[in-house]
T-cell receptor, first 115, second 113 residues
């Protein structure tokens, strides 16, 4: 079966531009996570959805970051007025469980470069 | 602050060797400890995981050793192969708190043929 897919795989943006990153989770997965992975670092949590509800957005670094999952499947992470420090790989993960979400399946990520 | 500390940052072993990667944590509420393997250009993939009620778990060539009192856990790769060359991340999760995984900073493993 298909895994988690993300698009675009690569995005180059000029500083100040808005970007939108898409995540297609595994069909039927209730939980969806966004992580940010800086070069040479481990993934860091950004936000979590259970179905269409955004239950935790404590990891979003600023109010320029916004995520949505309006129909409980596809999710979009939007970054407004991009800054150079936003350059990173953005990973999406989904999990079939409502509770615990132990088994998280990751997509390949979107590599964002802000010039 | 880094919730899970991982070492070493990089590791080079000969084929057949047994690389060992170590992680430590402080939060005693953590009760699920997975290891992820990541190849360049790919997302992390779950390799093996352990809960604190056991001290060791083995799956194929991969073994996790867990020391609850020391709040440390490690990954051992038996009979390592060049195909094992990747970056390995330890992680931890608190079942009753945050929903997300807390990752270590990663270990880049190179297995020389």
């Amino acid at each position: 079966g298909a895994g988690v897919s993300q698009s675009p795989r690569y995005k180059v943006a000029k500083r100040g531009q808005d970007v939108a990153l898409r995540c297609d989770p595994i069909s039927g997965h209730v939980s969806l996570f966004w992580y940010q992975q800086a070069l040479g670092q481990g993934p860091e949590f950004l936000t979590y959805f259970q179905n269409e509800a955004q239950l935790d957005k404590s990891g979003l670094p600023s109010d320029r970051f916004f995520a949505e999952r309006p129909e409980g499947s596809v999710s979009t992470l939007k970054i407004q007025r991009t800054q150079q420090e936003d350059s990173a790989v953005y990973l999406c993960a989904s999990s079939p469980e409502e509770d615990y979400q132990e088994t998280q399946y990751f997509g390949p990520g979107t590599r964002l470069l802000v010039l | 602050q880094q919730q899970v500390k991982q070492s070493p940052q990089s590791l080079i072993v000969q084929k057949g060797g047994i690389p060992i990667i170590n992680c430590a944590y402080e939060n005693t509420a953590f009760d699920y400890f997975p290891w992820y393997q990541q190849f360049p250009g790919k997302g992390p993939a779950l390799l093996i995981a352990i809960r604190p009620d056991v001290s060791e778990k083995k799956e194929g060539r991969f073994t996790i050793s867990f020391n609850k009192s020391a709040k440390q856990f490690s990954l051992h790769i038996m009979d390592s192969q060049p195909g094992d060359s990747a970056t390995y991340f330890c992680a931890a999760k608190d079942q009753t708190g945050a929903n997300n995984l807390f990752f270590g900073t990663g270990t880049r493993l190179t297995v020389i043929p």
